[in-house]
């Protein structure tokens, strides 16, 4: 995965820095809470949106299982299509494929839709090293790219903007890059939607190259599926004259059917819409209509690790709908940055130590990213428990051990923030391996219970502050059984009296 965030501080050192900034939370709290009120009521229209849930489960699930042969039934379909398929075990293989293949057109520039593929493997700032540019045409991908800023959100990547910091970027940098904003630009949603349409049609008007993502791969046909609601994909997907996508191997669904389900849930989990704008699919190349070449880049990059792992593989069952930003309370106060990395929020939280590894302090960090509420899971559209894939990545934070990431071993040393946690652990362990410890222990902490402070000491004020301790009976529980008729009751058991 890409290192275009890593070296930043860990999760709760960026997200302290994160909640003292109020605009942020105050643009986050407004977005997240009605996106969030917007899908529920689309939700509640569906009488089977359960059933919808588990079956998108279920298929992603079975793909996943036989990964390998639908993909290689992909690779056919394509092919036979007139595509061309290539193979990127990681980022910099990726990169260097499609840098090769625009220089091979000749052509200096890209037209993009929005990708969170391309942004994982840092695409853009690889093509600028070959001397080419990639323009992004999401308008809030664009806002990103010109205000030289980060995405924050997977659906809504400029969500901790608001409507004037927008405008002031757009007058300020929009000439650096093309068409300058208009003069006198004010706020307003139209205004600002019209200076981006303007800005974006010579670039549309004017690429040989386009370079996509894709939402769904269908292996039966070699059929590529791009969502979106502002048209910028389908100009990108069909004007320019070579296609070039970047996709996740994960993406694929067996059969067209199987789309039935997800264009059902996908809109309503992100955008709230019953259907998207604009639902464009394309299966390799047709003479006189849309692009000659196409060109599909297949991307490990770290999941063929994360299928391996039965507990943390049904983090690729996401379909990127975002609905677990948006009500998770942790995302909502700390926001997308303080991830340090291009997959935010909950999902985010599991996805990236598991492509990138738990190596460097912020992705051993990330697990930890979590009140464990549960929310996510609840409005999931396929069902990730991501609070169990949570506990699940904490204990290998924790434990550390050996792994093989793209084909190489590597140990993994325990965290070192967690060297009390270990401590307890190892303690714990001990006590209730040996019945004489632990009812020495129990002893000693009833004996001393007058003594035992209302809450938790030390470090983690924040939490522990506001929760007290559970009280320790004054007697414990094996004293009182031999004490009282549980003791005769096992005498009994034993034969000692009738």
């Not at 993909?71 to 910099?92: F, I, M, N, P, R």
């Not at 991908?141 to 002031?168: F, M, T």
């Not at 599991?350 to 409005?379: F, M, W």
């Amino acid at each position: 995965m890409s290192g275009t965030f890593v070296g930043m501080p860990a999760f709760p050192a960026a997200a302290r820095e994160a909640v003292g900034d109020k605009t942020l939370r105050a643009n986050l709290r407004h977005a997240t809470h009605t996106i969030r009120d917007k899908r529920a009521r689309a939700v509640a229209e569906l009488d089977d949106w359960a059933q919808l849930r588990e079956a998108g489960k279920q298929i992603k699930d079975e793909t996943l299982r036989h990964l390998d042969r639908h993909l290689v039934q992909l690779e056919k379909s394509v092919t036979a299509a007139g595509g061309t398929v290539h193979w990127a075990a990681d980022a910099d293989e990726a990169n260097r494929i499609v840098a090769d293949l625009v220089k091979a057109t000749g052509e200096s520039e890209v037209v993009k839709v929005k990708s969170m593929a391309t942004q994982e493997i840092g695409l853009n700032e690889a093509l600028e090293a070959e001397g080419i540019a990639a323009y992004e045409t999401d308008l809030a991908e664009l806002i990103v790219q010109l205000g030289k800023d980060r995405p924050s959100h997977i659906l809504v990547p400029a969500i901790h903007r608001n409507r004037g910091e927008i405008r002031e970027i757009f007058a300020r940098e929009m000439s650096e890059w093309g068409r300058p904003a208009p003069d006198g630009l004010t706020d307003t949603p139209a205004d600002l939607a019209e200076a981006a349409r303007l800005h974006l049609r010579e670039k549309f008007l004017r690429a040989k190259v386009g370079v996509s993502g894709a939402n769904f791969m269908v292996a039966e046909t070699g059929t590529l599926v791009v969502v979106e609601s502002e048209g910028n994909g389908r100009m990108c997907l069909t004007l320019p004259e070579t296609l070039i996508s970047v996709v996740g191997i994960e993406k694929v669904v067996p059969t067209w059917r199987d789309l039935e389900v997800f264009l059902q849930t996908l809109p309503r989990s992100s955008t709230a819409e019953r259907m998207n704008p604009y639902t464009s699919m394309w299966t390799g190349t047709t003479d006189e209509d849309g692009p000659r070449d196409f060109h599909l880049v297949l991307l490990d990059n770290g999941r063929s690790d994360t299928l391996a792992d039965e507990v943390g593989r049904q983090a690729l069952r996401c379909i990127r709908c975002s609905a677990c930003l948006n009500v998770c309370p942790v995302y909502e106060r700390a926001g997308g940055h303080a991830y340090g990395s291009v997959y935010p929020g909950p999902i985010g939280a599991i996805l990236s130590p598991q492509l990138r590894g738990t190596q460097s302090e912020i992705d051993a960090s990330l697990p930890y990213a979590s009140s464990l509420c549960g929310a996510c899971y609840d409005v999931c559209p396929v069902a990730i428990d991501i609070p169990e894939v949570l506990v699940h990545l904490r204990e290998r934070v924790v434990q550390g051990g050996e792994v093989t990431r793209n084909g190489t071993k590597a140990t993994l040393r325990p965290a070192k923030g967690h060297a009390a946690e270990r401590a307890a652990m190892r303690a714990a362990g001990l006590a209730f391996g040996r019945p004489g410890v632990l009812r020495a222990g129990q002893r000693l902490a009833s004996g001393t219970r007058r003594f035992h402070p209302r809450t938790l000491p030390g470090p983690g004020q924040a939490w522990s502050g506001t929760r007290d301790l559970p009280k320790v009976p004054a007697e414990p529980f094996r004293d009182w059984w031999r004490r009282t008729n549980g003791g005769q009751v096992e005498k009994a058991r034993k034969g000692g009296t009738k």
